[in-house]
């Protein structure tokens, strides 16, 4: 029999959430950075109610694993971005 996976703490999952918009900061096209960081709240609030400690555990998991896409993806996003900037980018 498998042992269940605790569900994690408040602040471990706050510390999801910033992570991934920090990582959506890498991102180097505004089109792309900005959907991350519109799914990625949308994604939490949505996920807010859940009360099932095993569904939290696999929720947050699954969190960590889109973590690590996001953060992979930025990489590669960088090595192919445009020269240049976005009109959303230029600042007056």
């Known amino acids: ?16 959430f910033r992570s991934i918009l920090r990582s959506a900061r ?21 996920n807010k109610t859940l009360s099932d400690p095993s569904t939290i555990a696999t929720v947050f998991s699954d969190g960590n694993s889109q973590l690590q896409v ?3 993806q930025a990489v590669v996003y960088s ?8 009109i959303m980018d230029i600042k007056h």
């Open 1 to 16: 029999m498998a042992t269940a996976v605790p569900p994690p703490c408040r602040s471990e999952i706050l510390s999801l």
């Open 26 to 46: 890498d991102f180097p096209d505004y089109n792309i950075r900005e959907y991350t960081k519109r799914r990625t709240i949308e994604s939490f609030r949505d």
């Open 70 to 72: 996001a953060k992979r």
């Open 79 to 86: 090595l192919f971005a445009p020269n240049i900037k976005s």
